[in-house]
Nanobody
Framework: VQLVESGGGLVQPGGSLRLSCAASGFAFSAGIMRWYRHVPGKERELVATISSDGGSTYYTDSVKGRFTIARDNANNTLYLQMNSLKPEDTAVYYC???????WGQGTQVTVSS
C-alpha cells in the first residue's frame, strides 16, 4: 500500500498550489478519501473529504470557496486544488484512505511573502 503526496512548496499569499496523492496497493475507488493538515503544536485538522465516486465533498469552514478536492479513480489519484492561499494555510498536508486507515507521508505547504 502506498499513498504518495506531491505538489507542495513555497507560495506567496494569494497564490495557488495543486496537491496530488498517488495511491496504489488497495481499492482506491472503493473508499472515501480525505486531506488533512498539521501544524506543529496543533492537532491534525481535517481539510476536505470526498466520497468514493467523487459525487459528495466536505470542506472545513476555513477553506470553503478556496480549496477543491477531486479524485481520478481511473488513475488512482486524489487532488487538492488550493487557491487564494493564506499564511494560515501553512502546514504539512496529508492524504488519508479511510477504507484502510492509511496515511501518506505528507507534503509541506508554506505560504509566505
Amino acid at each position: 500500500v502506498q499513498l504518495v503526496e506531491s505538489g507542495g512548496g513555497l507560495v506567496q499569499p494569494g497564490g495557488s498550489l495543486r496537491l496530488s496523492c498517488a495511491a496504489s496497493g488497495f481499492a482506491f475507488s472503493a473508499g472515501i478519501m480525505r486531506w488533512y493538515r498539521h501544524v506543529p503544536g496543533k492537532e491534525r485538522e481535517l481539510v476536505a473529504t470526498i466520497s468514493s465516486d467523487g459525487g459528495s465533498t466536505y470542506y472545513t469552514d476555513s477553506v470553503k470557496g478556496r480549496f477543491t478536492i477531486a479524485r481520478d479513480n481511473a488513475n488512482n489519484t486524489l487532488y487538492l486544488q488550493m487557491n487564494s492561499l493564506k499564511p494560515e494555510d501553512t502546514a504539512v498536508y496529508y492524504c488519508y484512505a479511510a477504507l484502510i486507515g492509511y496515511w501518506g507521508q505528507g507534503t509541506q505547504v508554506t505560504v509566505s511573502s
